[in-house]
T-cell receptor, first 113, second 111 residues
Framework: SQTIHQWPATLVQPVGSPLSLECTVE??????LYWYRQAAGRGLQLLFY??????ISSEVPQNLSASRPQDRQFILSSKKLLLSDSGFYLC????????????FGPGTRLTVL | GESVGLHLPTLSVQEGDNSIINCAYS??????FIWYKQESGKGPQFIID?????DKRQGQRVTVLLNKTVKHLSLQIAATQPGDSAVYFC??????????FGSGTRLQVQP
């Protein structure tokens, strides 16, 4: 069966510090991968998606970036965090090549102080 | 359609009653829709999905209705239980790979 992992589960970082959130998927090959952000009490905002290694599409311009160094690894990064980067970050995967159900990870709660 | 950033509307129901959560979409080309349930501090979980060649699909205690004429989707939960309290999101495909999520509805079940 497929599983998706995210870490860390929670993170408190000062403004201006770097960020690296990691997501890995097991039990599937060549998945589509997604990063979402969810502000408190609000909906999901798609940040990035990837259809393959090294292929990243950005949905919202901001100081975040994403990379996919391996087939089942997706990383969300920032060189300098802003207060507005606080939120709940969710990674998701779906079957390659078609639109359909996305399976979500447990999320990382980021607080920028 | 998608309304990123809006505060979530709330639906409050009594335990045992039926709940109906509504969603509107704007993309006429969408042919796949899905409902997710998100409990506090957790990632969204799949509830039920429906393709555009159907107008109704039933699961365990849940039913999704699709009205393509008015671009409306609803989730019905029968005999709502306290464990159903969560935020519910609808999503529809906007391309070959992407899903667009609605703003969500917070369901509160009163004992």
């Amino acid at each position: 069966s497929q599983t998706i992992h995210q870490w860390p589960a929670t993170l408190v970082q000062p403004v201006g510090s770097p960020l690296s959130l990691e997501c890995t998927v097991e039990g599937t090959s060549n998945p589509n991968l997604y990063w979402y952000r969810q502000a408190a009490g609000r909906g999901l905002q798609l940040l990035f998606y990837s259809v393959g290694i090294g292929q990243i599409s950005s949905e919202v311009p901001q100081n975040l970036s994403a990379s996919r160094p391996q087939d089942r690894q997706f990383i969300l990064s920032s060189k300098k965090l802003l207060l507005s980067d606080s939120g709940f970050y969710l990674c998701a995967w779906s079957v390659s090549g078609r639109s359909g159900e996305q399976f979500f990870g447990p999320g990382t709660r980021l607080t920028v102080l | 359609g998608e309304s990123v950033g809006l505060h979530l509307p709330t639906l409050s129901v009594q335990e045992g009653d039926n709940s109906i959560i509504n969603c509107a979409y704007s993309n006429s080309a969408s042919d796949y829709f899905i409902w997710y349930k998100q409990e506090s501090g957790k990632g969204p979980q799949f509830i039920i999905d429906i393709r555009s060649n159907m107008d109704k699909r039933q699961g365990q205690r849940v039913t999704v209705l699709l009205n393509k004429t008015v671009k409306h989707l609803s989730l019905q939960i029968a005999a709502t239980q306290p464990g159903d309290s969560a935020v519910y999101f609808c999503a529809g495909n906007t391309g070959r790979r992407a899903l667009t999520f609605g703003s969500g509805t917070r369901l509160q079940v009163q004992p």
